[in-house]
């Protein structure tokens, strides 16, 4: 089995910084894309920043120069550094990662989530 474990959510007030954590453990042969997305009450998931195993990044449009994902393929773990953050940023975030497993499957893996509250 593979699975995403996330740490590092919390509260934090407007304008402050978080760094969210999320490790990789299981049966792991291979992993490509990870990346961080976010879901907010009443909201669809969506897409906050991937990264590339060549350490290739994209980012929403709306958290570029704000957050930064990193990843250190040694330990499996992905990382979002998250500055300057908003009350609409509010959300619970996944971890997301496409692993090939030693069992030569190829899946789309989520965490559990973290709940990042951002108010003063």
């Known amino acids: 089995q593979v699975q995403l474990v996330e740490s590092g959510g919390g509260l934090v007030q407007p304008g402050g910084s978080l760094r969210l954590s999320c490790a990789a453990s299981g049966s792991i042969l291979r992993i490509n894309v990870m990346g961080w997305y976010r879901q907010a009450p009443g909201k669809e998931r969506e897409v906050v920043a991937t990264i590339t195993s060549g350490g290739t990044t994209n980012y929403a449009d709306s958290v570029k120069g704000r957050f930064a994902i990193s990843r250190d393929n040694a330990k499996n773990t992905v990382y979002l550094q998250m500055s300057s953050l908003k009350a609409e940023e509010t959300a619970v975030y996944y971890c997301?990662?496409?692993?090939?497993?030693?069992?030569?499957?190829?899946?789309?893996?989520w965490g559990q989530g973290t709940q990042v509250t951002v108010s003063s």
């Open positions: 997301s990662a496409i692993i090939s497993s030693l069992a030569g499957n190829r899946q789309h893996y």
